[in-house]
T-cell receptor, first 113, second 116 residues
Framework: KQEVTQIPAALSVPEGENLVLNCSFT??????LQWFRQDPGKGLTSLLL?????REQTSGRLNASLDKSSGRSTLYIAASQPGDSATYLC????????????FGTGTSLTVIP | EPEVTQTPSHQVTQMGQEVILRCVPI?????FYWYRQILGQKVEFLVS????????KSEIFDDQFSVERPDGSNFTLKIRSTKLEDSAMYFC??????????????FGPGTRLTVL
């Protein structure tokens, strides 16, 4: 069964700092990996989707990379802002289990003004 | 921008009662999903639904759960006899198509279910 781990569990940084969130998964046979943002008590907002054939995706200040062979993905946030404060989840879709996602426990990010 | 909507936002029920959670997926999407997140735990897959039938379900989705698309817009999750451990946030999601991993799942805001 696919296991997804995110490190660190919580992160606090001053505004303006660049930061990296880590995600690792145990089975490299995946269709894709998706990064989500979750605000307290709210739903999940899709940030970036990386297909298994891709190595990275960029959207604004966000850049996600994927190293499938080592089972790792990183989410890079440039010039962090207080509005970036949220929990960031990564989720993988394994090839052998159809269309369900396996989620990590998330990294809770606080950006201090 | 189109979005997935869910009602109610918060449902409180007594143990043993039936609840129905409602979702309106994005209109041109063909795949529908339910996930749940127990407080402090991971988001977990429950079920996926395509072409009016379940395409995949997890071990969590036992006989007390059922899903239905009663009309062209709604997608529902029914829990027949709720238990305390069913208390969680339930998320509905939809995707346009399942195409070898290129599809993005769009999530609704969730329904918080509290079983007393």
């Amino acid at each position: 069964k696919q296991e997804v781990t995110q490190i660190p569990a919580a992160l606090s940084v001053p505004e303006g700092e660049n930061l990296v969130l880590n995600c690792s998964f145990t089975d490299s046979a995946i269709y894709n990996l998706q990064w989500f943002r979750q605000d307290p008590g709210k739903g999940l907002t899709s940030l970036l989707l990386i297909q298994s054939s891709q190595r990275e995706q960029t959207s604004g200040r966000l850049n996600a990379s994927l190293d499938k062979s080592s089972g790792r993905s990183t989410l890079y946030i440039a010039a962090s802002q207080p509005g970036d404060s949220a929990t960031y989840l990564c989720a993988v879709r394994p090839r052998n289990t159809g269309n369900q996602f396996y989620f990590g426990t998330g990294t809770s990010l606080t950006v201090i003004p | 921008e189109p979005e997935v909507t869910q009602t109610p936002s918060h449902q409180v029920t007594q143990m043993g009662q039936e609840v129905i959670l409602r979702c309106v997926p994005i209109s041109n999407h063909l795949y529908f999903y339910w996930y749940r997140q127990i407080l402090g735990q991971k988001v977990e897959f429950l079920v996926s639904f395509y072409n009016n039938e379940i395409s995949e379900k997890s071990e969590i989705f036992d006989d007390q759960f059922s899903v239905e698309r009663p009309d062209g817009s709604n997608f529902t999750l029914k829990i027949r006899s709720t238990k305390l451990e069913d208390s969680a946030m339930y998320f509905c999601a939809s995707s346009e198509i399942f195409l070898a991993g290129v599809d993005t799942q769009y999530f609704g805001p969730g329904t918080r279910l509290t079983v007393l």
